[in-house]
C-alpha cells in the first residue's frame, strides 16, 4: 500500500516554509493535531493539578487519559508505569542520577557506540561522579550492526546497567533489543532502552521485551 505523501505533508504546518528539513535526530516537525490539542488544553484546562476547582480537576483529567493512551501504544500492564517529562534526554539525565546512587566505585556499567548522544552522555557523566567504569560495545563499520559478541563479553562483567538504543538515529540500524535484553537479565542488569527513533515506525510491546526502562519523545506521535 503506497503512502499520499501529499495528504501527511499538510498535516505538518512547518513543512509548508521554503526549507528542506533533515533534522530527525535533533527535533521533529510537530503535527497539526498535535499543535490543535496543546492549544486547546492551554486554552481550556491549563492549571495546576490536584486542585478542587473545575480547571485543575481537567487538567488532572486530561493527564490521566494521556498516561492512559501510552499504555495502550506500549502494551504497558498499567497507566501507573507511564512517567511524561520535557523529552527522552531530560528523563535520561533524571534516571541515571536515580539509578547511580546505589551505584558503587569499581562497579560497571555498559554503552553502545551506535547510540545517540542522549542515551550516552547522562550515564557518562553519572559514571564520572561514581567511579562507575564503562564498557562500550562497538559495531561492524561494514553493515552498522551492534557487535553481540562484544556484548556479551562485556556482560560476562556483571554491569550494572546496559543502555541500548532500539534503532539508531544515525544507520537505521535496528537492534535485536528483545535478545539484548536477556542477555542483560541474564547477567543481573538493568536495561535501559533508547526507543526515540523507533517508536513512529514499529510496534513497542513492553511486557514482551521485558525491559527495566523503555523511552521515547512524546512530540513524535
Excluded: C
Amino acid at each position: 500500500m503506497s503512502l499520499n505523501l501529499d495528504v501527511i505533508r499538510q498535516q505538518f504546518p512547518s513543512l509548508n516554509r521554503n526549507a528542506i528539513f533533515f533534522d530527525n535526530p535533533g527535533g521533529t516537525q510537530i503535527a497539526k493535531q498535535s499543535i490543535d490539542r496543546i492549544t486547546k488544553y492551554l486554552i481550556e484546562n491549563n492549571a495546576n493539578h490536584g486542585g478542587a476547582f473545575a480547571t485543575s480537576m481537567a487538567s488532572d483529567e486530561v493527564l490521566h487519559e494521556a498516561h492512559n493512551a501510552m499504555a495502550d501504544f506500549y502494551n504497558a500492564p498499567s497507566a501507573d508505569e507511564i512517567v511524561f517529562g520535557n523529552n527522552m534526554t531530560t528523563l535520561t539525565l533524571h534516571i541515571s542520577r536515580s539509578l547511580s546512587r546505589e551505584w558503587n566505585e569499581g562497579d560497571e556499567i555498559v554503552l553502545t557506540r551506535l547510540d545517540h548522544d542522549a542515551n550516552v552522555t547522562p550515564w557518562v557523566l553519572a559514571a564520572q561522579d561514581k567511579g562507575v567504569k564503562i564498557n562500550w560495545v562497538d559495531f561492524d563499520v561494514e553493515d552498522g550492526t551492534l557487535n553481540l559478541d562484544a556484548m556479551q563479553k562485556a556482560l560476562e562483567r556483571k554491569p550494572k546497567l546496559v543502555a541500548v538504543g532500539y534503532a539508531s538515529n544515525s544507520l537505521g540500524t535496528l537492534n535485536p533489543v528483545e535478545k539484548i535484553i536477556q542477555m542483560a537479565h541474564d547477567a543481573g542488569s538493568l536495561v535501559y532502552v533508547d526507543a526515540v527513533q523507533y517508536a513512529v515506525h514499529g510496534a513497542i510491546d513492553v511486557q514482551k521485551l521485558n525491559a527495566d526502562f523503555l523511552v521515547s519523545s512524546s512530540y513524535k506521535y
